[in-house]
C-alpha cells in the first residue's frame, strides 16, 4: 500500500469535498482523483461517496479513516520529530521549578546553558505549594517530593535525592530530650502543608541464613507532630525556627549554611529522616532536541547544585 495514496485519501475527507482537498494539497485535482481511484483499486472496495457537491466515505471508507488518520498524524509526529534532531538545538523552552529549588545555583546553570546554546530561549518559572494546573504548558516540570506522585498523563522521571534533618535553635536544642523516636510527639514543630506525621527510614538488620547474608527489607517509620504555625515557605520555617518556634524538617542543603553559622542545631535521632525525591516531569516520551538537551545539562551538572547553597 502506498502511503501517500491513503495520506491523500485522509486530506480528503478532512476537506469534505475533492476540489477543496486539492487545494488545500496544491495539486491538480485530475491527480488527486487518480490517487484516490489506486487506493480504492488496491482495497478493491469503494471507499468514497462521490457526490454533486460534496463527498462522503462509504461504511468501508469510514472504517479505514478512524484506523489510519492516527496512525497517520503519528507519523507526522516521527518526521517533524527526527527532523528537528537533524538540525542544532534550537526554539523557544518554558521551564517550571520549585519556588526554594536551588534557586541560586539554577540561576547559575540557565546562565551556561543559555550562553553555550545560543539558538534557544529559556523562560524560566517558579511555582509553590502543590503543581499548578497548566504544568502541561510546560516543556519540563520539576517537582520535589516527600511521597510518591500522583496519577498523572505526564511522563515521570526520577533524577536525584535530597537527604533530610531535623533543626531547631541552640536554645531550643537544650531543651530537647529524644531518649526514643516517638518522644518526638511532645514537641513543638513548624508544620509544612498541614502535615500531621513524619516519616523516618529503618534499616533493618541483615541476617545469615544457611550460610548466606540476607538484606531486610527496609522500614518506614511514621512518627506524629504538632505545631502551632504552619507555612509552605522553606524560607519561612528556617527563619522560624532560627527565632525558636520549633523544630523543622529540611532538606540539608537549606540549613546546611545556618548550621555552620551556629544559628541551627541538627538534632540526633535513632533513624533518619525519609530523603525527598527530586522529578521531572514531561507532556510525551518523544522529547524535542532542545527539550532533551537542557534535560541532559541538568543532569549532568546536578551534583553541583548541592556543593554551594
Known sequence: MKLDNLKLFIKTLQAGSVTQAAKELGMPKSSLSRHLTELET???IR???????????????QLLYNQAAPLMEGLEDVSDFMEGWREDPRGSLKILFPQEFF???IGQLAIEFTSQY???CLTINHYSGELPNNSRDYDLVFTVHDSPLP???MIVRE???LPQGIYCSPHCATQIILKELADLSQYNVILENNESSWQFHKRNDSKVIQGKKRIAAAET?????KGRLNMNSAAMRLIGAIRGMGMIKLPQYLADQQRRLGALKQVSTPYPLEAQ???VLYPTRMMPRKTKTFLDFIQDNIGRLQSVV
Open 221 to 225: 517509620i511514621s512518627i506524629p507532630v
Open 42 to 44: 488496491e482495497f478493491n
Open 118 to 120: 545560543k539558538e534557544i
Open 277 to 279: 525525591t527530586v522529578s
Open 159 to 161: 533524577l536525584m535525592s
Open 151 to 153: 496519577a498523572s498523563d
Open 103 to 105: 534557586n541560586q545555583q
Open 47 to 61: 471507499l468514497l461517496d462521490r457526490r454533486p457537491r460534496n463527498l462522503a466515505a462509504t461504511e468501508a471508507g
